[in-house]
């Protein structure tokens, strides 16, 4: 037996999983290309301060169902990486500094000798900067630098888990990827 009309018109759904892409991808678009065509310091700057004082946690939430190599989903990763330094400094630092032996990343990754909480902070605000102010896929290459520097660290800390360098060394490829698709071509 079938449902009439009336059955589905009374059913109160979620909202359309493809206007919530779009609307990822329109808001990831206007981030990143929209503040590149205006060239202007404040507005990188308010860029990255829209997680503290805007709830960019909304429009970040929307991005986490994107496919890691739309600007979207890169705009997702950048996020969780930013607000994992923020949140818990003191083992990122750690973590970093035992994956030092990650040489050439490290150098990309542009962090203070040695790495502390504050500096690492710096340096992820400074990367994330580069979203309004520079090459996207120069800022898609140093966080993916820095992820792998501290894949390698966690690797060979003792207290970590295997799901737990394998999920930074994911994290790391995917920024990887993203940031040579967009040398190449650009991202959609």
Known sequence: MTPGANYFEALVGGTDPALVSEAAD????????????????????????LADTEGIETIAEVWSGSPADSLAGCLWRLYLLRSWVYAEPVRVSREFEAGRTA??????????????????????????????????????????????????????????????????????????????????????
């Open 26 to 49: 329109r808001a990831a678009q206007l981030l990143v290309r929209g503040t590149r065509e205006v060239g202007d310091a404040e507005v990188a700057d308010r860029l990255l301060h």
């Open 103 to 188: 040489q050439v990343a490290r150098v990309v990754a542009g962090v203070a000798d040695p790495p502390g909480p504050e500096q690492l902070k710096a340096m992820v605000d400074e990367v994330l900067r580069g979203i309004a102010g520079s090459d996207f896929a120069d800022v898609l290459l140093r966080a993916a630098a820095f992820a792998r520097v501290v894949a390698t660290g966690r690797a060979s800390l003792s207290d970590r888990t295997d799901a737990e360098v394998q999920r930074m060394l994911v994290l790391s490829e995917q920024l990887e990827t993203a940031g040579h698709l967009e040398l190449e071509q650009g991202l959609a």
